[in-house]
Every structure is written in C-alpha cells, then in structure tokens.
C-alpha cells in the first residue's frame, strides 16, 4: 500500500471532498458489512474501472449544517473489517480481480482524531467477474446494479470473452463454396476431405444435433463473413449485419435535414470480408486523391494520411466489430479528417485512455487468424497495429489518432478519427502535461507554448471544436481548464492519476 505524502494527502481529501459519486467514483464507510464495497469493486471491474474511496461517507448522507471533513470517518472505524475486506478480494470473486492498486491518505477525521482513508483503484478487466454467492454488478451513473443472466452473456459478448463470430448459422454450405474459398484452401493447403470436413477441421463449423436426432454441420458466422458473397444478406434473417458504408461530405460535420451535405452518394461495400477490406481501403484512397474543395474557399483539402494508419483503421474495424450487432461499419470523409465507425465497444480492458500503449485484443481472432491465410493478407499487425498507426501519425507530424466510444447510443461504438492537420509542437507538451496533471488552463498553455493569453484561449478553443479536449464542468470562464474527452470525472482533479501514484505504481 502507498502512503502519501503530508502535502499530497491534504491535497488529496480536499479534492474528494469536492467531488461526487459517478460512474468511477463510490463512496463507502467501513462500518458495517462490508458486501456492498465488494459489490462495488465487482461492478467497477465490469464496467470501466474506477475508485472506492474507503472511510469517507457519501456527502447525500449529510445532514443540513454538517460541514464536509464531517464525512471522514477513516478506516479507524472499523479496523478489523477493514482487514476482513483486504483479506476477503482474494477470495470473493470469480474469477479473481487482480488489478488492485492501494494507496492511503492521511487525514483528519470528524472527531478531531488523526486516521487515514484509504482508495482503492480498479482497474477494468477483460473478464465478467462476480461476487462469490452475491451476483454480477455493474456501475451506474452513481450506483451499482446486479445483472440478470441475460445481461451477463451481453457483457460476456462486449468484453471479448465470448464472440458471435463462434456461433454456427443457419446457412447452407454450398453458398460458402465461391472462388474466395477455393482460393482460400489453394492457399491455406487444405487437400483431404469435402467443405464440410474442411470447415470441420480448422474450426469454422460445428457439428449441430437438430430436432429429429440427426446431426447437421452448420457454418461458424465466421465462415459464412469470410466466404460467402453477400455476407450481409446472409446474416441479415438473424438481425444482424456485416457491411461498409463509405460517406464523403463537403465540410467538417453532417448537416442533417432534408438536404445531406454529402458530396456524394454513400456506397455501401459488400462482398466476403477479405473483398470488403480491400475495396473499402481502395474507395478511401481514390476519394482522398480526388482531393476536396473547401467549402466557400475554392481551395482544396490536401489530404495527406500516411496510407498504412488508413489501411489499419478499416482493418481494425472489420476483425474487431461485434458481429452481433444491427448496424453497419461506417467510414466518413470530412475536410479536415477520416471516422471510422465500428458496432460493439472495446474488448477487455482496453479503454479509449490505454488503446494507443496496449496490445490489441481481438474480438474475433477467428476471423483475423484465417484472413491471414489468403493469398494477399490484408495488413493484420499481430496485435501491434494501433501503436504503429499512433508511430506513424507522429512521424508525418500529425495529431494522434482520437478514440471514442460511444455508450449511451442504440447500438455502441467505437470510432478512430484521424484528422488531417499538422500539429503544432504545442501540443505533444499539452498533451503530456494532462496525461501528468489531469487538465490545462489558460496561463499554462501560456507558460508552455510561449504564447499570451489570447493566442493560448484560441488554441484550446481550436482544440475543443476538434474534439481534442474538452472543458470540465462547473467551471466559471476565467477559471476554465480543459482535459481530453477520455478523462472520466474521477480522473478529473487528479483523484486516480496524479504523478506521485502513477511512479509508484509502474
């Protein structure tokens, strides 16, 4: 367990104090049993990670006239449950929660007397975890909520640990028998046996015993989006789909109405997954090579992405989509950058924070590990593909590529956008110091840049409008600050990630 320092401490609880319950930050005293603490870790190993604040009560307890330090309450409370609880995390979940880190906090409680409260930071993990004969949880906005069974299957589905492209589907073999197999099993060496047995062997089939007794092989979804033709058209009985759209649109955003800022008709690309990629990567490059006329300016957009960052994003979209899921891969062309648009959310413990320094874990490695037996491989980086597009974004003196994931929607997703404009040098130091510090302000940016107070308000409202950063909350406009979009309010304030914890916990 990390101990902090006096001044960081103090810092510390004044930052807690001020801060409430969300999706990555619970509240919890010592006192009592402790099941709903464990039901907490549960629920943010589940969701995306976050902090138990261990020994300070939820400021909703307040009673009108309490003062904040009243909700410090300590570990001292309960000293012997408190060790209970450290003891029981190795044995109350299944699977275990390893990615615990501790740090203790000196303080000031209520009464007077010196304690300590402790946070417990979780990370998110790339398993489904429960609470040994207390249920699955998940983290709300400001609480926990046990799931049913079907819910556990869904998270099962979004964490990676189960995928669609497993199931066996009701298509008939002789479909998946196109020149894209064939040229697959020249390729792949596959001599002995018929399709079925194929298909058997190399795990893209199942054996599936039907109402009458007999057995029936049954295509993988996997096959069926590698092999057959129209894919999409196949799997679209079962409420699903498995196609491209390619929109291109005349200025920096969609304009909705009648009236579609498009400047052109959107294509929709089908066909098996290794025809898909590469017609969606030779469509993207002939429109940027078309190049674009900046909207009011009779000027054109010069775009200059490094071909390969391109290749890797549609790639990447189309080996981790969640092919359960009812909507299409969605690549968008704007003046000033490229969204791709992928169903399903980031598998295991990947966040939009950690995507760029983690290896990639795929979804559907069913589907990437045969994509890399045709003929001509799309480019499959073995894991290590977004790292080199970061590289290389970097390396043509770009911005990073921007992570999203959108939860709140009817169909989740995650979209990469990559933006075509130089970036100035200002910003790998903006960018390093919100990593370090949590947020920016005005007169930093003014110390970092070398720039006054003008020209620094301009570049961080340029920044925001590019979806770069975004401004906390509750702030007044002279005392704005700013963080990247990823930053969750517990980040916010340096509550999980101030300097101190970050080098001790490497």
């Known amino acids: ?84 609880f450290r003891t029981g995390l190795l044995t109350r979940f299944t699977p275990a929660i390893t990615k615990l880190h501790w740090i203790r906090v000196a303080c000031t409680l209520h009464n007077g007397q010196p304690g300590h409260v402790v946070l417990l930071r979780v990370e ?6 429960s609470v040994v004969g207390n249920g699955t949880w998940t983290r709300l906005d400001a609480s926990n909520r046990e799931l049913n069974a079907a819910e556990i299957a869904d998270l099962a589905y979004q964490r990676g640990v189960k995928s669609a492209e497993t199931e066996p589907v009701a298509v008939a073999l002789e479909l998946l028998d196109t020149p894209v197999w064939r040229s697959f099993v020249a390729s792949r060496g596959l001599r002995a046996g018929h399709q079925a047995e194929q298909l058997l062997r190399i795990g893209l089939a199942d054996k599936v015993k039907q109402a009458n ?13 590698l092999f057959a033709e129209e894919p999409g058209s196949l799997l679209a009985s079962l409420g699903t789909r498995a196609d491209m759209r390619l929109m291109v649109y005349e200025g920096k955003a969609a304009v909705p109405g009648a009236t579609p800022n498009l400047r052109k008709k959107p294509k929709t690309i089908r066909g098996p997954l290794i025809e898909q990629i590469d017609e969606a990567v030779r469509l993207v490059l002939d429109a940027l090579t078309e190049g674009m006329t900046l909207a009011g300016s009779g000027f054109q957009a010069r775009h200059v992405y ?15 989509r969640d092919y359960r899921l009812n909507r299409d891969i969605f690549i968008r062309i704007f003046d000033d950058r490229i969204e791709v648009e992928s169903p399903g959310t980031f598998p295991g413990s990947i966040t939009p924070d950690n995507v760029a320094r983690m290896s990639s874990k795929a979804r559907n490695p069913l589907i990437a590990q045969n994509l890399r037996e045709f003929p001509v491989a799309p480019n499959i980086d073995a894991g290590e593909g977004v790292k080199m597009m970061f590289a290389e974004m970097a390396a043509a003196k770009l ?7 959108s939860l709140e929607a009817a169909v989740e997703t995650v979209t990469v ?14 960018s390093d110091w919100i990593d370090r510090e949590g947020f920016i302000q005005n007169a930093k940016l003014c110390a970092l840049a070398k720039v006054d107070t003008l020209k620094a308000s301009r570049m961080l409202v340029a920044w925001r409008d590019q979806g770069l950063l975004v ?5 007044a406009k002279r005392n704005m600050a700013y963080t990247k979009p990823t930053k969750t309010d517990a980040e916010q304030g340096s509550l999980l990630s101030g300097l101190e914890d970050n080098n001790a916990l490497n």
């Open 124 to 129: 998110k993990s790339d398993q489904v975890h």
């Open 1 to 84: 367990m990390i101990d902090l320092s006096p001044a960081q401490s103090a810092d510390r609880i004044t930052a807690l104090l001020a801060a409430h319950e969300s999706r990555t930050l619970d509240f919890k005293r010592i006192s009592g049993k402790q099941g709903r603490m464990y039901e907490a870790v549960c629920a943010f190993a589940n969701t995306e990670g976050g902090l138990l604040v261990i020994g300070m009560g939820d400021a909703k307890a307040m009673k009108p006239g309490d003062k904040p330090p009243s909700r410090l309450f300590g570990i001292e409370e309960n000293p012997e449950g408190f060790d209970d």
């Open 399 to 405: 911005y990073p590529p921007q992570y999203r994931q």
């Open 471 to 475: 401004p906390l909350p509750d702030r």
């Open 213 to 225: 007794g007999a057995e029936e092989v049954l295509p993988r979804r996997a096959a069926v989006l």
């Open 306 to 320: 490094p071909e390969r960052v391109v290749k890797e994003a549609i790639v990447n979209a189309a080996v981790h």
């Open 417 to 430: 956008s990559l933006f075509n404009l130089e970036r100035p040098s200002a910003w790998d130091e903006v």
